[in-house]
Antibody
Framework: EVQLVESGGGLVQPGRSLRLSCAAS????????MSWVRQAPGKGLEWVGF??????????EYAASVKVRFTISRDDSKNIAYLQMNSLKTEDTAVYYC??????????WGQGTLVTVSS | DIVMTQSPDSLAVSLGERATINCKSS????????????LAWYQQKPGQPPKLLIY???TRESGVPDRFSGSGSGTDFTLTISSLQAEDVAVYFC????????FGGGTKVEIK
């Protein structure tokens, strides 16, 4: 069964950092780009960014709202994608979803992990 | 970025009746070289992640009931639920992947 499981969310103060993980199983992780999408409480969906597969250079793309502050990486030996979030702001409060894929539609989503940025 | 505007924000439909959700993009998402519309639809139920229903504007994802259909081209798209079932109560989002991915604001579907 194809599965994505996010972890690492929690309560963090503004200006601090947090790293989310996305553990993948049921497919050849290294063959796919991996993305992050977030959803603020009661709001819509916002694409955060993605990382290409190593075959396609392993490069990253980010939304303007998080560029410079957020970094996506991957460890294909562990089948894990990461989202490093620095200089967090209250407006970064959201459920963060990991998805399989990069620049197209997303057939596979994790259950999400909640990040709350508050003092 | 392409702005996706959905309408209505919410709608209430009787069981067995048709539900129609609209999505308009600020620029065309039809890629001429492939003649494909880079548009997807998702369903999200409370406490769950979004579920892909439709991609390429009208291709139904495997396992999605055929009462769900997508249509439209260029800048105007529609998701239709032909006969609303109780389990279809959810928020529906459109998404374009023509350029940097963006989503519509969502349409909440309820039972009348």
């Amino acid at each position: 069964e194809v599965q994505l499981v996010e972890s690492g969310g929690g309560l963090v103060q503004p200006g601090r950092s947090l790293r989310l993980s996305c553990a993948a199983s049921g497919f050849t992780f290294g063959d796919y780009a991996m993305s992050w999408v977030r959803q603020a409480p009661g709001k819509g969906l916002e694409w955060v960014g993605f990382i290409r597969s190593k075959l396609h250079g392993g490069t990253t793309e980010y939304a303007a709202s998080v560029k410079v502050r957020f970094t996506i990486s991957r460890d294909d030996s562990k089948n894990i994608a990461y989202l490093q979030m620095n200089s967090l702001k209250t407006e970064d409060t959201a459920v963060y979803y990991c998805t399989r894929g990069g620049t197209y539609y997303y057939p596979i989503w994790g259950q999400g992990t909640l990040v709350t940025v508050s003092s | 970025d392409i702005v996706m505007t959905q309408s209505p924000d919410s709608l209430a439909v009787s069981l067995g009746e048709r539900a129609t959700i609209n999505c308009k993009s600020s620029q065309s998402v039809l890629y001429s070289s492939t003649n494909r519309n880079y548009l997807a639809w998702y369903q999200q139920k409370p406490g769950q992640p979004p579920k892909l229903l439709i991609y390429w504007a009208s291709t139904r994802e495997s396992g999605v009931p055929d009462r769900f259909s997508g249509s439209g081209s260029g800048t105007d798209f529609t998701l239709t639920i032909s006969s609303l079932q109780a389990e279809d109560v959810a928020v529906y989002f459109c998404q374009q992947y023509y350029t940097t991915l963006t989503f519509g604001g969502g349409t909440k579907v309820e039972i009348k």
